[in-house]
C-alpha cells in the first residue's frame, strides 16, 4: 500500500523557518515528479514548489528565495524547507507524488505564521 505522510508543520512566528518532510512507503520517489501544494483557509489550491524526477526545481513567484524542495533518497523523502515565513504562507501543506499513470496525495500538514 503506497503512504505519503507529510511532517514537520506546526506555529511559528513571522521571519521563522520551518522544514516539512514527505515520508514515502510502497514507491519510490526518485521516479516520480513531486510537488508541494497549499491551500489556505477559503482560498484554491496553490502548487508552491516542484522537483522533477531528474531534480529541476521551480517555485511560484510568492515563495521564490525562501523555500526550497530537495529530495532524500536515501530517506525516500521530499522536503520543503521555509524560510522567513509571513503570515500568508498560513495552509495546509500537502505533498504529491506523480508519475505517468500513477498519482499520490499525503494527508496534509497544517503551517501557521503568526505572531
Known amino acids: 500500500q503506497v503512504q505519503l505522510v507529510e511532517s514537520g508543520g506546526g506555529l511559528v512566528q513571522p521571519g521563522g523557518s520551518l522544514r516539512l518532510s514527505c515520508a514515502a512507503s510502497g514507491i519510490d520517489l526518485r521516479f516520480y515528479n513531486m510537488y508541494w501544494y497549499r491551500q489556505a483557509l477559503g482560498k484554491q489550491r496553490e502548487l508552491v514548489a516542484t522537483i522533477t524526477s531528474g531534480g529541476r526545481t521551480n517555485y511560484a513567484d510568492s515563495v521564490k528565495g525562501r523555500f526550497t524542495i530537495s529530495r532524500d533518497n536515501a530517506k525516500n523523502t521530499v522536503d520543503l524547507q521555509m524560510n522567513s515565513l509571513k503570515p500568508e504562507d498560513t495552509a495546509a501543506y500537502s505533498c504529491?507524488?506523480?508519475?505517468?499513470?500513477?498519482?499520490?496525495w499525503g494527508q496534509g500538514t497544517q503551517v501557521t505564521v503568526s505572531s
Open positions: 504529491n507524488a506523480k508519475r505517468i499513470g500513477s498519482e499520490h
